[in-house]
């Protein structure tokens, strides 16, 4: 005999309708009649079964940035719906559309306090885009479709709370409104691909015309604008800023990009923007604001497909609302050559000069091995369609600066959200949209311990994910927040040692550890191009600092202030700090430049000699 078909198996079918194919989720009791659809479906949507919902939620993401496509993930009701949270706030912060479905009470018995009888939908309200109960089973296909048309047209996550009595009741029972008709919503959807009209293309034109110092800020509202970026780039005699989260816009080698910006950003970037007399701002809002032009230095055109965000950041002249790519190629005919290259040139050579400083740093042979060599050997190990999938913390530093993002290759992480710990899901969902491509993620062992358990999803699933973990065993990033932004001694971040080999091995993934510079490109050749899930520990020097591209005064005064109150280990990062500089004497592009060449290298060998001495005085 047939089975009867429930509300769930039309809630499943609809989204097959739509074109979702992979689903993210964790059973339960809340839920189970949803799982069941998905049982019934295996044929034709692939469910992925994470250790924690929180992962289901960021997989979703993770599937959705690199796609562009819906990301869909489910949890049951209570705690398994509050676990989705964060993910669903990295969704709506980071501009990824998503579906999440979470279970609820029996319908007659929410609001009595029975079992994680919690409001889903006004718990979701503040990170969704969308957020309903389903009401019954005629109710389902018109949320439905409207959650999905949501999320895709404002980038964003949906919520439906599904009550555990109407997941497994029959499709067609309760009762339908004489107004709702069935049949009258439909999956029809197109991405809107907005253009200004011409006369702010032609005002923006000539609000660039006769500059000759243009600076472009590219973000992630540029990626796959690349060739109109740089033919713009080059009409105008411009260099390429990155924020974080356009990384990928342009490759890394292309000869208009001066790399990223902020904290984690590059000495050309940095003079671009102090140096400009233009602006031309393409789908970003990166919020760092003190690294833009200073008001009234520069006439600024920003572009971006959400009017709202324009002018956020910097006083905006000329705004042209629309899509990157299609606003790129309109506006490229109407501007006007600056043929003097100066500008782009002094860019282009302080860029050969700042990847002769990357090298250095990512070929160092210092033990213990510095963060910058691994992320500096991914480069010849990354496959020509390689996706990367960073995370928060000092990693985000020697991604933006040591990993180079080729033509063909893809990168992203929780850029705005800034959230640990989203790197594997992220990779998670990209492997399972992309199982032929190369999917790495670079991670530090703070984020990797948080979500230590979906290694088992990669494992279970057969996701041959790379994990590139770097081992310091602190919290980096926090530790030199804490010192170099507030001027206090470490305190709280660091935590017991983990041994990724012995894990990855009792998963059933390969584990490799390096440790040894000299060694790194080599085992990292090897480790990704192992089969089947692989973790790569690099144990890498936790005194390493993350380096702005400049020194503020500032930044000095209350590191030393934090070395004088008591920091573990003072001697040794104070030494560590000032070898660094001095080894980089030789660099133009380095904060170590103002000190002679010859009088610098001698320093460093006295500062090297008494940085082993500390190292051990700290182990005696």
Known sequence: MAEERTAADALVERLIDWGVDTIFGLPGDGINGLVDALRKTTDRIRYIHVRHEEVAAMAAVGYAKFTGRLGVCFSTSGPGAAHLLNGLLDARVEQAPLLAITGMSYHDLIGTSYLQDVNTDYLFNDVTVYNQRI???????????????????????????????????????????????????????????????????????????????????????????????????????????????????????????????????????????????????????????????????????????????????????????????????????????????????????????????????????????????????????????????????????WAARQIKVRQGQAFSFSGTNCSMAAGLPYAIGAQAAYPDRQVVVFTGDGSLTMQLGDVLTAVQHQLPIKIVVVRNDTLGLIKWEQMVFLGNPEYGVNFAPMDFVKFAEACGATGVRIEDPARCPDQMKRALAASGPVIVECVVDPHEPPMPARIKKDQVKKLAAALRAGTPNRNRIALQMVKDILDESTFEASPGRIMPDRLGQALSGAARRLRDRADDQDQA
């Open 135 to 397: 009401m019954g089973p005629a109710h389902v296909v018109n949320v439905v479709d409207y959650a999905v048309r949501t999320a895709l047209a404002e980038r964003g996550p949906a919520h439906l709370a599904f009550p555990i009595d109407y997941q497994a009741a029959p499709a067609g029972s309760g009762t339908r409104y004489l107004r709702n008709v069935p049949g009258h919503t439909s999956t029809t959807w197109r991405p809107p691909i907005r253009v200004p009209q011409g006369d702010d293309l032609t005002a923006a034109a000539a609000a660039l015309a006769g500059r000759t110092k243009v600076a472009i800020l590219a973000g992630a509202g540029a990626r796959g604008a690349g060739e109109e970026l740089e033919a713009v780039a080059e009409v105008l005699g411009a260099p390429i800023i990155k924020a974080q989260l356009g990384k990928d816009c342009v490759p890394d080698d292309s000869p208009y990009t001066t790399g990223p910006i902020g904290l984690v950003g590059s000495l050309p970037s940095e003079e671009a923007l102090e140096r400009c007399d233009a602006l031309l701002i393409v789908g970003s809002t990166m919020p760092y604001i003190e690294y833009y032009p200073k008001p009234g230095q520069a006439v600024c055109v920003q572009i971006d497909d959400k009017p709202e965000r324009i002018g956020l950041r910097h006083p905006v002249d000329v705004a042209l609302a629309g899509d990157a790519r299609a606003t790129l190629a309109a506006l490229r005919p109407l501007l006007s050559r600056n043929d003097n290259r100066d500008f782009l040139h002094q860019a282009q050579a302080g860029m050969r000069e700042w990847w002769e400083l990357m090298a250095e740093r990512g070929s160092s042979p210092d033990i213990p091995m510095k963060p910058q060599v691994p992320a500096w050997a991914l480069n010849e190990a990354l496959a020509p369609d390689a996706i990367v999938c960073g995370d928060s913390g000092t990693v985000t530093t």
